[in-house]
């Protein structure tokens, strides 16, 4: 879609400011420009594209490792299919959806203590999520409310701080670490991948859960989404060092509010060990559009399937 050089000159300064204002502590943006002609602005054309053709509010699926991106890469897609498109977009993350503190105390209780960390598939509120998502796909749109999660409380926000949505949008990103991820073979849970799944797991319990819920209910909601985007970082090993600096991120976000030490984040990122290098050894087949990620944290490159 061809745009005038006066639009193309407005988005690109809505994106800097953008940029700039996500620029903390020592990970500045590399190849800004660069990366707004080559990567954001041909993945929203291939989503206004999409959306033209069918004229249904789109679902997008954007998935890829912690510290991959993923909530920035979001908010500049919102702003150029806004500006280029004049799509109304809104943003979400699977994160919103878990379950309360009290409804994973019960649930460690009850099925494994593993169960008490927020993260995998069994923890998040997926009668809420599924209802969310048919709600937003619906002819006859309904207003309604999306829920936040507060994790420098470990719990879900008040009411008060929760999405208000009042319009029908055109575009949907739903974005999280396991959106669109596939169940495991039995026989590939048998052996652990960490010292979590060998001292804490012993039974298999906590891993045999959390694939049953990926092949039943978090099937039925990854059904709805339209369009996969995957965020490919090089390796596993990157995502304890990218958790590290969205910590730092989180602390100035949350006022000094008490954060995870590099310790408490090394033990607490195995417990997405299992679905992540699934993902990076599998999903690329099936996500439309593929973007690698290089060591340095930069888009390397892109692929559309």
Known sequence: MQKSYLSYKRLTFKYLNFIKSQEVLSEPFRNKKEQLDNYYLPISERIYKDYIENKKTLIIGLTGGQGSGKSTISKILKIILKENFKLNTVIFSIDDFYKTLKQRKIMSKKVSSLFLTRGVPGTHDTTMLFNCLKNLKKSKFRKFLIPKFDKSTDDRASKKKWQRINLKPQIVIFEGWCVGAEPQKNKDLIRPLNNLEKEEDRNRV????????????????????????????????????????????????????????????????????????????????????????????????????
């Open 206 to 305: 906590w891993r045999d859960r959390v694939n049953k819920e990926l092949k039943t209910v978090y099937k039925k909601i990854f059904g709805l989404i339209d369009y996969f985007i995957f965020l490919k970082v090089p390796n596993f090993e990157h995502v304890y060092k990218w958790r590290l600096l969205q910590e730092k991120k989180l602390k100035l976000q949350s006022k000094g509010k008490k954060i995870m030490s590099k310790k408490q984040i090394e033990k607490f990122i195995m417990f997405y060990e299992r679905i992540t290098k699934n993902m990076l050894k599998n999903f690329s087949k099936r996500a439309n559009t593929v973007v690698n990620i290089d060591t340095q944290h930069k888009l390397k490159s892109i692929k559309f399937n």
